[in-house]
């Protein structure tokens, strides 16, 4: 119910209409919708984005805990000519849960939080504020289940499954090293006979977790960062592109190391990290197992089933940019 009347917002209201904020706060009072009032630090901390470089200021946030309150968040939304944008977890990296552009009234559905596993169906039902490290907690203490998440346990967003079923693997590269990141669905047990093996044989260390997967309501984690966000995706790739790619590493990206006093990174498994790093990550996204690849092209809107692999450039700073710009 929620989704549709945001949609029906967006197709109905003006995008980035003059509309004084009194007006929209008065007609969330008016229909009992709670909501952080501008210029108090509960308003500075909901708009805080995530990718601290695009940060937007709304018209006014709403913090509905009843459909009936969503409902008339999305009524004087769209009255007053507002564009009304959903806030879940608050992870974009282009700060969309605050609408992209300044002056949206933002649903902050934050409090819709509550995770429901049937374990007759195995289908869960999550509402859009869960974060990811509470939604793998809770489906694991309903009924032992787990699902394809992603390694940022305060995100608000579910990922597809990838191949195997019962495997998601990542390739981690930056400056320093190359590290596989993955998730296996099964016993400690048999993760171990299957991978200890092959890990010592690679050189590779075990780490279970960089974050706690208990994750608060305020989440209050961010970065500045340039990021392609999963836009490149290959259906193959060639020895030669394998060869490139791993001499382009070697020879020019390792050198690439900031200068400036660096800082503490404990998850890459580094040391020292600088105020400026870059990564890319390689997700193994399609394949004969994948759980991906075996839905219908025409199921879902889902364009890339036939993807092998996805990537994600990442650039992230400490301090600020330009002045510390991502130029190599």
């Not at 989440?219 to 995706?233: I, P, R, V």
């Not at 197992?289 to 092209?297: K, N």
């Amino acid at each position: 119910m929620a989704l549709q009347l945001f949609l029906a917002a967006a197709t109905h209201a003006i995008p980035n209409a003059r509309v004084a904020r009194s007006d929209i706060t008065d007609c969330l009072d008016a229909s009992s919708v709670p909501q952080v009032l501008s210029g108090t630090a509960n308003f500075t901390q909901a708009i805080k984005p995530f990718n601290l470089r695009l940060p937007f200021t709304p018209v006014a946030v709403a913090v509905p805990t009843t459909t009936a309150q969503v409902q008339a968040a999305v009524a004087c939304g769209v009255k007053l000519g507002v564009t009304v944008s959903p806030k879940s977890g608050g992870h974009s990296y282009a700060s969309h849960g605050l609408g992209g552009e300044d002056g949206h009234l933002v649903v902050d559905m934050k409090y819709w939080n509550t995770v429901a596993l049937d374990n007759s169906t195995g289908i869960a039902t999550v509402g859009p504020g869960s974060r990811l490290g509470n939604v793998a907690q809770a489906l694991y203490a309903q009924g032992s289940a787990a699902i394809s998440h992603g390694t940022c346990p305060g995100a608000a967003r579910l990922r597809n499954t990838t191949a195997p079923l019962e495997l998601n693997l990542r390739l981690f590269v930056n400056p320093y090293s190359i590290s596989v990141i993955g998730v296996y669905y099964g016993s400690q047990a048999e993760f171990k006979a299957a991978f200890v093996p092959l890990l010592a044989k690679l050189g590779i260390r075990e780490v279970y977790a960089y974050d706690p997967l208990t994750q608060p309501i305020d989440y209050d984690n961010h970065e500045t960062f340039f990021s392609s966000q999963k836009s490149l995706m290959t259906i193959s790739v060639n020895e030669a592109a394998i060869t490139a790619f791993w001499s382009y590493w070697t020879t020019v990206a390792k050198s690439y190391i900031d200068r400036v006093t660096p800082i503490s990174f404990p998850f890459l498994l580094l040391p020292l990290t600088p105020p400026q790093d870059w990564y890319v990550t390689i997700d193994i996204h399609g394949g004969p197992q994948s759980a991906i690849t075996r839905v219908p092209a025409d199921e879902t809107s889902y364009a890339h089933r036939n993807a092998l692999l996805k990537y994600e450039f990442y650039d992230r700073t400490s301090e600020t940019y330009p002045l510390m710009a991502s130029t190599s």
